[in-house]
Each structure stands twice: as C-alpha cells, then as structure tokens.
C-alpha cells in the first residue's frame, strides 16, 4: 500500500506542502521520504503534573478541529496553523522543530 498511498499523495500535492493529520497508525502507510514539498505534522499534548502525553482520543478530535480551522481558514500556508487556539491549545514553538508543530494544552 505504501507506494499506492504515496504516489497519491505526491500526485495531488503537486510540491506544495502537506499537513500529516492522519493518526501515526494511518500514517505508516505513507513512505514521508518520498513526499516533495514540506512536510508538517501537529502533535496535540495534553499537560499533566507537569508531563506532556498525548492523549489519543484528545489528540483525533483537536486533529479534527486542525482540519476545520485550516478548511474555514481558507489556509494555503502551513505556517497559518500556528494560530490555531482551540479547545485550549496553543502552538508551542520552543518544543516545535521544521516538520513537527506541537500544539498542547492543559489536561481538562
């Protein structure tokens, strides 16, 4: 599936930059060496007596409000997402490296 997947994904991005919203099991179909342009995947902590986790029911629902903000948003631009401020999270730049954007939040 790897190659099927990823030959699609290169085809439609045309070279511009990708948002991996897709769970980590989901993404293990994907060769990401493959891809051309950028590649930029949030992760969503949730922070708990001081630790990060990430939570993964909380984590497929703020992937779900990323993908709403970044289709309401009308975003062309990774870098757009930085603003994204939903349910709590905040885009944590000292965390952060190039292509992975964490994104935590207080533990409700």
Do not use: C
């Amino acid at each position: 599936w790897g190659d099927r997947v990823t030959d699609a994904i290169v085809q439609d991005s045309g070279g511009a930059a990708i948002v991996n919203l897709a769970s980590e099991e989901y993404f293990k179909a994907v060769r990401p060496e493959r891809l051309q342009g950028r590649l930029v995947t949030p992760v969503f902590h949730e922070i708990k007596d001081g630790n990060a986790r990430v939570i993964g029911f909380s984590a497929k629902r703020a992937r779900g409000m990323m993908a709403r903000f970044i289709i309401d948003g009308r975003l062309t631009d990774p870098e757009g997402m930085k603003e994204f401020a939903e349910a709590g999270y905040r885009y944590q730049p000292k965390e952060s490296d190039e292509s992975r954007w964490i994104f935590s939040r207080r533990a409700p």
